[in-house]
């Protein structure tokens, strides 16, 4: 057990819906971190968060955006959902910045019909 | 750009059998470098990670990775396989000046007995 958790573990929508996935890092941490693992696309970093402020982008499209609030949990929103958007969603903490170990929580497997 | 290279995408040992799983990183400078395992519906989680010094690296669950500069490589290795290493296997690496991790495809391991 990693000590990040995340909600829910299981999603299925349907295309243009939108949906939210919750994070809550380590206790301690101060960097959340998103990705997401696809089949044609692999292990993708999002998004970073520290200490309640964007730190770093990846590959995040226009149609999802996240957030980090005061107590340090993390939620993820994707919107106008695709097919292509199926993928699990991982999110990470690290006690900082990315040079600090990353903790993975257990994913959000998302399913979009 | 910036990329990780994982050549296989299986494969498979007999249990007790020595393991070595490749990688190998574009991009001139040396980035740190992270190895990561992933068990079926598992999160990752770290098994070593090289910044600088001994290019031989111990990790847990009786891992190493040795850093070749000249290779540009940071191959994983165990010398006796068990049935439950069985999993996808991550390289990872973060350049000094990026921002992000940038993961490898993904080698699965298989064990047979």
């Known amino acids: 057990d990693s000590g990040v958790t995340q909600t829910p573990k299981h999603l299925i929508t349907a295309t243009g819906q939108r949906v939210t996935l919750r994070c809550s890092p380590r206790s301690g941490d101060l960097s959340v971190y998103w990705y997401q693992q696809s089949l044609d696309q692999g292990l993708q970093f999002l998004i970073q968060?520290?200490?309640?402020?964007?730190?770093a982008k990846g590959n995040i499209l226009e149609r999802f955006s996240a957030q980090q609030f005061p107590d340090l949990h993390s939620e993820l929103n994707l919107s106008s959902l695709e097919l292509g958007d199926s993928a699990l969603y991982f999110c990470?903490?690290?006690?900082?910045?990315?040079?600090?170990?990353?903790?993975f929580g257990p994913g959000t497997r998302l399913t979009v019909l | 750009a910036q990329s990780v290279t994982q050549p296989d995408i299986h494969i498979t040992v007999s249990e007790g059998a020595s393991l070595e799983l490749r990688c190998n990183y574009s991009y001139g400078a040396t980035p740190y470098l992270f190895w990561y395992v992933q068990s079926p519906g598992q999160g990752l989680q770290l098994l070593l990670k090289y910044f600088s010094g001994d290019t031989l690296v111990q990790g847990i669950k009786g891992f190493e990775a040795e850093f070749k500069r000249s290779q540009s490589s940071f191959n994983l290795r165990k010398p006796s396989v068990h049935w439950s290493d069985a999993a996808e296997y991550f390289c990872?690496?973060?350049?000094?000046?990026?921002?992000?991790?940038?993961f490898g495809a993904g080698t699965i391991l298989r064990v047979k007995s």
């Open positions: 968060y520290y200490n309640g402020e964007e730190r």
């Open positions: 990470a903490s690290s006690v900082g910045g990315t040079t600090d170990t990353q903790y």
């Open positions: 990872a690496a973060l350049w000094e000046y990026g921002n992000k991790l940038v």
